[in-house]
């Protein structure tokens, strides 16, 4: 699994995590994730935003949110509805 640089910027502003220890953090945490399913509605809204030809996997833990897209992290989202 890869990491976009993007990814790990989300996951250092959600945390407050330093640069250095980021990326290794997300993926521990990403590693522990279970997948999940959206609202079919914000997943078509998604697609249009992001422009993303492939559907995104969505992966959840705790208050995190992971988006995959072709076997890469492309984003982290902070979850509101923990454990939803």
């Known amino acids: 699994m890869k990491v976009t640089k993007h990814a790990i910027e989300k996951f250092i502003k959600i ?3 330093k640069e ?3 990326e290794n953090k997300l993926m ?3 590693r522990k994730s279970n997948p999940a399913e959206i ?4 997943k078509v809204k998604r697609l249009i935003n992001n422009g993303v030809d492939n559907e995104a996997k969505y992966f959840v833990l705790e208050q995190f949110r992971f ?3 072709d076997d890469v992290i492309v984003t982290v989202e902070q ?5 939803k």
């Open 15 to 17: 945390t407050g995590c």
């Open 20 to 22: 250095g220890r980021a």
């Open 28 to 30: 521990k945490l990403f």
């Open 39 to 42: 609202d079919p509605r914000y």
């Open 67 to 69: 988006v995959v897209v």
């Open 79 to 83: 979850r509101y509805d923990h454990g």
